[in-house]
């Protein structure tokens, strides 16, 4: 249950304010959308991604180091925030 509430929470504050999230909004805020599509289309959207990153993750742990993908996912983190301050 301690490492189910982990991902949880880690999960959760990096979706906060994402860019996936503001997407959802849009849709939710137009008045001809039914909200309840628009949960049900972005939640399986969520759950579709999340399985490919299992997927993915399950694979790379044969071939990478766990150490290494911390390293490349900070990275690329990093280079991520770096392009949207340059590009602001």
């Known amino acids: 249950m301690k490492?189910?509430?982990?991902?949880?929470?880690?999960?959760l504050f990096a979706e906060l304010g994402d860019k996936t999230q503001l997407a959802t909004l849009l849709f939710a805020a137009d008045g001809d959308n039914p909200k309840v599509l628009v949960?049900?289309?972005s939640?399986?959207?969520?759950?579709t991604?999340?399985?490919?990153a299992v997927l993915?993750?399950?694979l790379l742990e044969s071939?990478?180091?766990?150490?290494?993908?911390a390293w490349i996912a900070g990275a690329g983190f990093i280079f991520?925030?770096?392009?949207?301050?340059?590009k602001a």
């Open 3 to 11: 490492l189910f509430i982990t991902i949880f929470m880690t999960i």
């Open 39 to 41: 949960f049900f289309a």
């Open 43 to 47: 939640a399986t959207a969520l759950v």
């Open 49 to 52: 991604a999340s399985a490919i």
């Open 56 to 58: 993915l993750g399950k």
């Open 63 to 69: 071939y990478v180091n766990p150490k290494y993908l």
């Open 80 to 86: 991520i925030g770096a392009w949207t301050i340059i």
